[in-house]
């Protein structure tokens, strides 16, 4: 019998899409057969750089057109890493051609859109994984494995951020400056579905926003969600798209024994753990080292190869890709009525 395969085809040629194309190109059992872009030029200049160090270059098939890449002989696989006003689109096309698809992040921007996808992926008979990559950051993964263990007990309070400046980005105008695509949806799902993979899905938010820094944009480039969780967990998410800093999702997780304080940039974490004799806290944490590797796609491609492989659950499906930016529109509504939000996690189709 002949082993089964993942025959590649990424639409997008953009940094991050180079990033998902050497993910397949790290898996045993997948070929990057083919890749689009509507930039021709893009497409030349991005596997030129994919393939400077490689001593076999990648000679993926290209198109410019997606629904001729959905037509490439033997392609039964698509990674979606266009604009997020596009993937309602290509996802649809794509499950409809009978691809296993693992789509970027945020599923969608708008509920319409998140629900037609849920719709698409529960019809078809191939896998559909929203690609939530800081799940796959080599520091969160050992974060919630220790939190899993037990280890600083009962969390009690959790608070992730988002702080990216977007504003040489947003200079040039282009799809991230859509009203539709607020910070907090396109890059702040990252550090709502880092606590939602940790600690559940929130039961309601609140929260404010401010607005000084990306003077392009009608919408808050700053944003605090206060937030209840599951088994009386309390937190808080802070989204920042014009801080002057370095990106960070600095993330903090409050247990009945520890504490620890990470973030997705750093060569270490830091533990705090309580003296079970004296029942005081270490005054100088522990320092964990992990691998830096905040844009993981190749852990991530893994995980979503593995999965269409074993014929078993993908780790984030089309209902928690959308849960998190359910979230993610709470808060949105929050900062705009002055009063908490439930978020809607019905998903029904
Ligand atoms: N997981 C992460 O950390 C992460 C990081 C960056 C971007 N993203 C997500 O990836 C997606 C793309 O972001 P980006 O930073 O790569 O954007 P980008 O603007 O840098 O690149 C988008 C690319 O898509 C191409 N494109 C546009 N319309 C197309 C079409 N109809 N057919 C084929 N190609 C088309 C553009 O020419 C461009 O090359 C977004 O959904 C974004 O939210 C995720």
Same mark, same amino acid.
């Given at each position: 019998m002949e082993k089964k395969k993942l025959v590649v085809g990424v639409i997008s040629c953009s940094s991050m899409a180079?990033?998902?194309?050497?993910?397949?190109?790290?898996?045993?059992?997948?070929?990057?057969?083919?890749?689009?872009?509507?930039?021709?030029?893009?497409?030349e200049e991005t596997l030129t750089k994919l393939n400077e160090d490689r001593e076999v270059p990648a000679d993926p098939t290209r198109y410019t057109d997606y629904k001729e890449l959905l037509k490439h002989p033997g392609l039964n696989t698509v990674i979606i890493v266009t604009p997020d006003q596009l993937h309602r689109e290509m996802a649809e096309a794509a499950l409809a051609a009978g691809m296993h698809v693992l789509c970027e992040k945020p599923l969608a921007l708008t509920r319409e859109d998140m629900l037609a996808i849920v719709k698409a992926a529960k019809n078809a008979k191939t896998k559909f994984m929203v690609g939530q990559i800081a799940r796959y950051t080599p520091s969160f993964l050992k974060?919630?494995?220790?939190?899993?263990?037990g280890?600083?007990?009962?969390?009690?309070?959790?608070?992730?951020?988002?702080?990216?400046?977007?504003?040489h980005i947003m200079s040039q105008g282009g799809w991230r400056s859509d009203p539709i695509r607020n910070g907090v949806v396109g890059g702040g799902c990252h550090a709502v579905d880092l606590l939602r993979w940790i600690v559940?899905?929130?039961?309601?938010?609140?929260?404010?926003?401010?607005?000084?820094?990306?003077?392009?944009?009608?919408?808050?480039?700053?944003?605090? $969600?206060?937030?209840?969780?599951?088994?009386?967990?309390?937190?808080?998410?802070f989204v920042s798209t014009g801080c002057k800093r370095n990106y960070t999702m600095r993330s903090v997780f409050y247990g009945t024994k520890g504490t620890i304080i990470c973030d997705n940039k750093s060569e270490f974490f830091q533990l705090f753990l309580m003296d079970e004799n004296d029942h005081?806290?270490?005054?100088?944490?522990?320092?964990?080292?992990?691998?830096?590797?905040?844009?993981? $796609?190749?852990?991530?491609?893994?995980?979503? $190869?593995?999965?269409?492989?074993?014929?078993?659950?993908?780790?984030?499906?089309?209902? $928690?890709?959308?849960?998190?930016?359910?979230?993610?529109?709470?808060?949105?509504?929050?900062?705009?009525?002055?009063?908490?939000?439930?978020?809607?996690?019905?998903?029904?189709?």
């Open positions: 180079r990033k998902h194309m050497q993910g397949v190109l790290a898996y045993p059992d997948a070929e990057l057969a083919a890749v689009c872009d509507i930039d021709e030029a893009k497409i974060v919630k494995e220790i939190i899993d263990s280890e600083i007990g009962e969390l009690y309070f959790v608070e992730s951020e988002y702080a990216h400046d977007y504003l559940g899905d929130p039961t309601e938010v609140m929260a404010y926003g401010t607005h000084k820094l990306l003077p392009m944009v009608d919408y808050d480039d700053a944003t605090i $969600a206060i937030m209840r969780f599951p088994n009386n967990v309390i937190g808080k998410v005081k806290a270490e005054t100088v944490p522990q320092e964990i080292p992990v691998e830096v590797a905040n844009h993981n $796609a190749v852990g991530e491609f893994q995980h979503f $190869a593995d999965a269409v492989l074993s014929d078993t659950d993908v780790p984030t499906d089309a209902v $928690a890709g959308a849960k998190t930016i359910a979230v993610c529109m709470a808060i949105v509504e929050s900062t705009k009525t002055h009063a908490p939000v439930k978020p809607n996690y019905d998903f029904t189709v």
